[in-house]
């Protein structure tokens, strides 16, 4: 019997079985589903976190407090950095163009009867140029602001729609800790940095953050939550890193270990690419297990459908069929069955990602190579399972089976 005859035959059989035939290729596509969306997500993440550190430019750095290498977590950052540091830098290290000194804190504002929770950012103005916070309309926080503990506000573009809706922002007044300011600008849309919605900040000016709203936090002086420093030329960002770094080690006294960090964008990149990377590969290995189950269902399947034919198989042998037809036929049809699934899990995965990508900011990828491999993979998955029941029919007598019948 040649090739085509046992791909007619086997086709023959899946079909007149739909059902069975189907749940047997639920896991593959399964499998296959979730190996091109999980893919195809992380490369969407790994391109997103790639345009957003590209978005802040190619020579910013970014001092943060604690020791990097040790920190584990988030909450409780040590306050071992203070606006006298920011203030060094900026005059201090001749590689720079402007440094623009952070404190962020969760507040729930409120406008007349409305309430929300934003991000609250305590700065300067300088920090409109470093992070390219451009203003849509009004305008940003200026040297008087600053000088004069003055209570404005510039606000996201989330916050203005969702606050000020039918009216105009600006000289609106607002509460923020129990205390009015009045609104002065709206920024541009941003969108997210992070996981962090940029358009639902409000920023204020850094003298007022720390004496209105947070209060010293550090004995050393008004503690900052994050230095943005913007270098004067990407040549010259691993000069202001080692100098940034110098300067700190002397004003903090450090003989040991850094009580602080300094990242530059590029560095921040490689750390998340190599994050979403990770996840990445974990998520493909746990989706793999899904194939893995599906190739056991295959295998399952193709015993209990050798156990059924075993008088069609003895019929076969006793009209001159040959161990290896019975082995081919069995074969072909665990490889339709995991192709076919493969296909179907392939176009499930990629409407998955085509779904995501229009409902997010995620820019889903998925490449020809993966699929290719996807598909592959799922071949060779119902050859390999289908092995043992296809050598279990090949070897039975005959006789045997006909006397089953």
Known sequence: MNFLESL??????????????????????????????????????????????????????????????????????????????????????????????????????????????????????EYSYVRNFPVATGRFLNPIDLKRNQRVAVIGSEIANSLFLFSNPISQR???????????????????????????????????????????????GTALSIIHIEAKSTDTVR?????????????HQITTEDDFGVQTSKQMMSIVGTITSGLTILLVGIAGISLIVGGIGVMNIMLV??????????????????????????LIEAIIIAISGGIIGIISGVSILMLVGAISPLSPTISSGTIFLSLSISGGVGLGFGVIPAQRAAKLDPIVALRRA
Do not use: C
């Not at 059902?19 to 639920?26: A, E, H, I, K, Q």
């Not at 129990?178 to 204020?204: A, C, H, R, W, Y």
């Open 174 to 220: 607002i509460r923020i800790n129990n205390i009015s300011f009045e609104i002065v600008g709206v920024l541009e849309p941003k969108g997210s940095f992070f996981g962090t919605n940029q358009d639902e900040s409000i920023i204020i000016p850094l003298t007022t953050m720390a004496n209105q709203i947070v209060g010293e936090t550090s004995p050393h």
């Open 239 to 251: 000069a202001a890193k080692f100098q940034i770094e110098n300067l700190l080690r002397l004003r």
């Open 8 to 125: 007619k035959m086997a086709s023959a059989m899946l079909a007149a079985n739909k059902l069975r035939t189907s749940l047997t290729m639920l896991g593959i596509i399964i499998g296959n589903a979730s190996v091109i969306a999980t893919i195809g997500l992380g490369q969407g993440s790994q391109k997103l976190a790639e345009e957003q550190l590209e978005s802040l430019g190619p020579n910013i750095l970014f001092v943060m407090p604690g020791n990097q290498k040790g920190r584990r977590t988030t909450l409780n950052v040590p306050k071992t950095l203070v606006w006298e540091d920011a203030k060094a830098i900026a005059s201090q290290v001749p590689t720079i163009e402007a440094v623009a000194p952070e404190i962020n804190q969760r507040q729930l504002i409120s406008y007349r009867n409305q309430n929300t929770n934003v991000t609250l950012i305590g700065t300067t103005p």
């Open 305 to 330: 459908s050798v156990t059924e034919r075993t008088p069609e198989i003895g019929l076969r042998k006793a009209l001159g069929a040959t161990q290896r037809d019975i082995l081919s036929q069995f």
